[in-house]
């Protein structure tokens, strides 16, 4: 069957790397990691896509979404005439782990934990991706360099140690995929991180839910798919995450 597929480029590795074993014709399309840090904006940027993909007239059977909710940036994304797919994530954190049970079983005490992979190394200007506020249901991407662009990184550095107080915790998370482990990114996080004062935590990734949503393999309580002309809608648990909305 012939998919679309949209994705954040922090993917981009792993996505190659399925995309390369899935038995189905699929056009892959990535965006910048940057985006993250202006959910408003992303939101906008998927809904042209998937706008364009349809006007294009291939005839997708569906259009696959790499993205959690990610700050809310694909709550109210639709398609006239084709299916959306999109993992039930609420960042790419779990997509990394490859479940919801490993996020909540690593990440469920402290969900603001720092954490990294492959991609955010390559694509991202800071080694580790953060969130701005502790609740696991609204995540921002880069938000420190957003800071950076728009004060300088001296100031960044000031109103970023304000607004993330030190509790205690100084762990900071690497998540090393098979896929992608002979990089020897891993060991490159654990010199930042110790440059950084936090404690580096490496845990083993898992890519089962990029590879099942470019195999077709669609089970309901990974992902969501979403009917044309329904939206996406956040439910904001640690369960369901999203859900269809019908439209009005």
Known sequence: MPFKLIAC???QREAAWCLARSPHVIDAEFTELGEHARSAGLRALLQAKIDATEASGKGYDAILLLFGLCGNATVGLQARRTRLVIPRAHDCCT???GSRARFNEHFGAA????FSSAGYLERGNYFLRTSDEGSPG??????YQALVEKFGEEDAKYIWAEMHPDHGDRRAVFIDLPQTTHL?????????????????????????????????????????????????????????????????
């Open 111 to 114: 969900p603001s934990t720092p």
């Open 9 to 11: 480029n922090v993917f």
């Open 184 to 248: 020897g990114y891993a060991e490159q996080f654990r010199a930042k991180a110790a440059a950084a004062g936090k404690e580096a935590v490496v845990l083993p990734g898992d890519i089962r839910l990029i590879e099942g949503l470019l195999r077709g393999d669609w089970d309901p309580a990974d992902y969501l798919v979403v009917p044309p002309a329904a939206a996406i809608e956040g439910v904001y648990d640690r369960d369901q995450v999203i859900r269809a909305k019908a439209a009005p």
């Open 95 to 97: 997509i990394l782990l």
């Open 138 to 143: 609204v995540q921002v991407g880069d938000a």
